[in-house]
């Protein structure tokens, strides 16, 4: 009894020297697919545990339309979907009824006009109509597809402009469409262009002042700066840095650190000079004690520790 209680109180004087340190947040690039703001780039693997590889080995996420996600970490899709928009008009049943943002729902029926379109007009000034996306930020576009009425009324989506730009001072011309729009079709700009907002604009023929965008879909990426990678690293601008010496940071962002194990009183555990995303810890309890949980503790993605953490209790002696 009395070494006992001998080794409780050097376990326990060992105990008052150790220190429960606070939480680390993980670096910047942390990426958790859970709360996709915290990400640097877009997440549209299928299953949302990939995201931190940029492979998305399980394919990439459906999109509206069938327009869905492909590419280098599944970077590329419909990145105009669900954004704000604006438009020209000076009637407001129009406003109200079909508003910009109708063009970027993902909804469409292609019979009549209804208020999944967006229809732009100047009926008082007889000016081109106009419409505006605004992505939110930088990406790289490839192509643009509109989709407009099909009850006659194909000669409103004919001769416009379709321009992107980052200041409205600097737009640059995607392409050009002369001939009218029956249903839909996919215009591939001139070369990628870079830019946050897509500009549409009627240019010649009938009605230049009314058009119907039932939906457009913007296709391309999100704009990654190479100049974050590291001297040496191969980068693109779909997923950024390569050859990174993690799967699972593909951007060679900073490493998901946990903090020093806790000391749990009478217990001993393992010992690593730093511990990484799903790196492990496990607590021994000496004889005469037992663990009342888990003795094995995982480094987590949100860099916590899993599972509660052990208890050593001392076991019950029945004479």
């Known amino acids: 009894m009395k070494s006992f209680i001998i080794a409780d109180l050097v376990r326990l004087s060992v105990a008052l020297f150790c220190f429960y340190p606070g939480v680390s947040k993980a670096g910047p690039g942390y990426c958790n697919p859970e709360e996709e703001q915290s990400c640097p780039f877009e997440c549209h693997c299928a299953v949302k545990s990939e995201c931190r590889s940029g492979t998305c080995p399980s394919g990439c996420q459906t999109g509206p339309l069938g327009y869905n996600w492909h590419g280098p970490g599944c970077q590329i899709g419909n990145v105009g979907f669900g954004k704000s928009a604006r438009m020209t008009v000076d009637l ?83 392409n050009y469409q002369a001939d009218e729009i029956a249903t839909y079709k996919t215009i591939t700009c001139r070369r ?49 840095c390569r050859d ?50 888990s003795t094995t503790l995982k480094c987590g993605f949100r860099g916590r520790w899993l599972d509660p953490w052990p208890t050593c209790i001392r076991k019950k002696i029945f004479t």
Not at 133 to 160: E, M, P, V
Not at 248 to 256: K, L, N, R, V
């Open 192 to 240: 990628p262009t870079v830019g946050r907002h897509v500009h549409f604009k009627r240019r010649g023929g009938a009605q230049i002042y009314i058009t119907g965008l039932c939906e457009v879909i913007i296709t391309g990426h999100k704009l990654y700066d190479c100049s974050r990678c590291p001297p040496g690293v191969q980068c693109d601008d779909v997923i950024g």
């Open 244 to 293: 990174c010496a993690k799967s699972y940071q593909p951007e060679c962002w900073p490493d998901i650190i946990c903090p020093t194990p806790a000391c749990v009183l009478y217990a001993d555990h393992t010992h690593q000079s730093q511990y990484y995303y799903e790196d492990t810890v496990t607590y021994t309890c000496p004889g005469g004690y037992k663990n009342t949980s």
């Open 92 to 174: 407001a049943n129009y406003e109200r009824g079909y508003p910009a943002k109708a063009a970027l729902d993902g909804r469409i029926t292609l019979g009549t006009i209804d208020h999944t379109c967006a229809h732009p007009i100047l009926e008082h000034s007889r000016l081109p109509a106009e419409w505006w996306a605004d992505l939110g930020g930088l990406y790289k576009i490839y192509s643009i597809t509109i989709y407009g009425r099909r009850d006659g009324f194909a000669f409103r989506l004919q001769q416009f402009d379709l321009t992107i730009y980052n200041q409205s001072n600097n737009e640059v011309l995607c």
